[in-house]
């Protein structure tokens, strides 16, 4: 009897390690994370030329004075990327017109749009953007967060056509290493915002967690 009973425990045993093999398997078969798909919130500028503009507040462009031109850049790329035809206005073309006429964001985004003949506008309103810790000045962690508008420059006088609020955190845990410098500190987080602004105007595949 004692034989049996020790046989039907290893039989239970192998039973369970194995069904905790097959539940694995696929994953691990195949080597991927499981996804899902998330559709785009705005997927309406494939297609489309676009400007666009970049607003911060006077202490923002003090501590960061390319924060308009980095920003307009890097969320171009991530939108080139994922974002079927869509075609941009230089970014450096927008930025020399901030820089020559301060008072450009009272002017109607349909006008903008029209004098560097776009069909949208996308404009980001910096309201956060910092490389370190609010409440712990000596150490490192970015913090970007904005308001996303998109215009059409079809339409004068017109309101957005579609507007998110966007924030990105990097590292998103915990502030820096000890060493990483503040320069890639900002260059991460900035990739980090790009990535989240480009992610609303596409359908994408994300893991499951």
Same mark, same amino acid.
């Given at each position: 009897?004692?034989?049996?009973?020790?046989?039907?425990?290893?039989?239970?045993?192998?039973?369970?390690?194995?069904?905790?093999?097959?539940?694995?398997?696929?994953?691990?078969?195949?080597?991927?994370?499981?996804?899902?798909?998330? %559709?785009?919130?705005?997927?309406?500028?494939?297609?489309?030329?676009?400007?666009?503009?970049?607003?911060?507040?006077?202490?923002?462009?003090?501590?960061?004075?390319?924060?308009?031109?980095?920003?307009?850049?890097?969320?171009?790329?991530?939108?080139?990327?994922?974002?079927?035809?869509?075609?941009?206005? %230089?970014?450096?073309?927008?930025?020399?017109?901030?820089?020559?006429?301060?008072?450009?964001?009272?002017?109607? %985004?349909?006008?903008?749009?029209?004098?560097?003949?776009?069909?949208?506008?996308?404009?980001?309103?910096?309201?956060?953007?910092?490389?370190?810790?609010?409440?712990?000045?000596?150490?490192?962690?970015?913090?970007?967060?904005?308001?996303?508008?998109?215009?059409?420059?079809?339409?004068?006088?017109?309101?957005?056509?579609?507007?998110?609020?966007?924030?990105?955190?990097?590292?998103?845990?915990? %502030?820096?290493?000890?060493?990483?410098?503040?320069?890639?500190?900002?260059?991460?987080?900035?990739?980090?915002?790009?990535?989240?602004?480009?992610?609303?105007?596409?359908?994408?595949?994300?893991?499951?967690?």
């Amino acid at each position: 009897m004692k034989i049996k009973a020790s046989g039907l425990l290893l039989i239970g045993t192998a039973v369970l390690a194995g069904g905790c093999k097959l539940v694995a398997t696929p994953a691990l078969m195949w080597g991927r994370e499981p996804t899902k798909e998330v %559709p785009a919130e705005w997927p309406h500028l494939q297609n489309k030329k676009v400007a666009i503009f970049v607003w911060a507040d006077a202490e923002t462009l003090i501590e960061h004075p390319w924060a308009q031109l980095e920003v307009a850049e890097f969320v171009a790329k991530a939108m080139q990327r994922n974002v079927a035809g869509i075609s941009f206005v %230089p970014n450096k073309r927008v930025y020399e017109f901030e820089q020559r006429q301060p008072k450009w964001v009272s002017t109607d %985004p349909a006008e903008l749009g029209d004098r560097f003949g776009a069909e949208r506008v996308l404009l980001i309103e910096l309201s956060q953007f910092t490389t370190r810790e609010p409440e712990s000045p000596h150490l490192y962690r970015g913090h970007l967060a904005a308001n996303v508008k998109v215009y059409n420059a079809e339409f004068k006088n017109s309101a957005p056509v579609y507007k998110a609020s966007v924030e990105a955190v990097y590292p998103p845990d915990s %502030p820096g290493k000890w060493g990483v410098s503040e320069r890639e500190i900002r260059r991460a987080t900035i990739e980090t915002f790009a990535e989240k602004v480009a992610a609303l105007f596409y359908d994408r595949r994300v893991k499951v967690r």
